[in-house]
């Protein structure tokens, strides 16, 4: 099964399928209790994430978990993700 995550209001999703959403327990619980977070599904079927939930921040980390290059974020992501 494949889900798809939306970014706040922005036109950025991304696909993920439940072998990726492993990685990601944030995602994994918005999927096991959509009824109980407010981010649920909207009218398209997409889960959409918090606006302070940023595509490129996201994708980023994604990339360094599944690749396990996980100091690489020291370089990919901007200091204001730090806080």
Not at 5 to 21: A, C, H, P, V, Y
Not at 68 to 79: Q, R, V
Request: aromatic share 14%.
């Amino acid at each position: 099964m494949i889900y798809t995550f939306r970014f706040g209001s922005t036109n950025k999703t991304i696909q993920l399928n439940e072998e990726q959403l492993i990685h990601i327990p944030y995602l994994s619980l918005l999927i096991t209790h959509k009824n109980d977070f407010q981010c649920g599904l909207n009218d398209d079927g997409e889960y959409v994430l918090h606006s302070r939930i940023r595509y490129n921040w996201f994708n980023a980390i994604f990339q360094a978990t599944l690749t396990g290059k996980i100091s690489s974020l020291f370089t990919e992501l901007p200091e204001e993700a730090n806080k």
